[in-house]
């Protein structure tokens, strides 16, 4: 139609650009900068010190991506070790160096976490309505 465009955009990585910008991380705002790939930089954090790190590096690359996405989304060192079928104590590993890697991120997601805590109310389930209780 006339006046009107179609207008297309690509959220990739969105998550990874939320806690870059909310958490001022230098190294995920570098990254990110440099046009780089976040789970490049990510594996490399996590698993360069590997004998076959070059030889297995697209395994590695897909462990750090999955773990990227599941620990900013919250999951614990258990249910990291589900999402990327490893032992718990391999699954710690990762959680503790990711966390390591991207301290500034931690820093604002246990800030966001206590800030939330402080002020129970300001989140509510919609169960709580009283226009959305259920009457039996």
Same mark, same amino acid.
């Given at each position: 139609?006339?006046? =009107?465009?179609?207008?297309?955009?690509?959220?990739?990585?969105?998550?990874?650009?939320?806690?870059? =910008?909310?958490?001022?991380?230098?190294?995920?705002?570098?990254?990110?900068?440099?046009?780089?790939?976040?789970?490049?930089?990510?594996?490399?954090?996590?698993?360069?010190?590997?004998?076959?790190?070059?030889?297995?590096?697209?395994?590695?690359?897909?462990?750090?991506? &999955? *773990?990227?996405?599941?620990?900013?989304?919250?999951?614990?060192?258990?249910?990291?070790?589900?999402?990327?079928?490893?032992?718990?104590?391999?699954?710690?590993?990762? =959680?503790?160096?990711?966390?390591?890697? =991207?301290?500034?991120?931690?820093?604002?997601? +246990?800030?966001?976490?206590?800030?939330?805590? *402080?002020?129970?109310?300001?989140?509510?389930? &919609?169960?709580? +309505?009283?226009?959305?209780?259920?009457? &039996?």
């Amino acid at each position: 139609r006339p006046g =009107y465009a179609w207008v297309l955009a690509d959220f990739q990585q969105i998550e990874v650009v939320l806690a870059a =910008y909310l958490s001022g991380d230098a190294l995920l705002i570098k990254t990110l900068e440099e046009g780089a790939s976040i789970h490049d930089v990510t594996a490399k954090a996590l698993f360069s010190d590997r004998s076959d790190f070059a030889e297995h590096y697209k395994k590695y690359r897909k462990l750090s991506k &999955i *773990a990227t996405f599941a620990l900013l989304y919250g999951v614990g060192i258990k249910q990291l070790a589900e999402h990327i079928s490893v032992p718990v104590t391999e699954s710690s590993m990762i =959680y503790n160096r990711f966390w390591d890697t =991207y301290d500034a991120t931690l820093t604002a997601c +246990r800030n966001a976490w206590n800030n939330l805590m *402080a002020d129970p109310d300001r989140i509510r389930s &919609i169960t709580t +309505r009283t226009w959305a209780q259920i009457k &039996i």
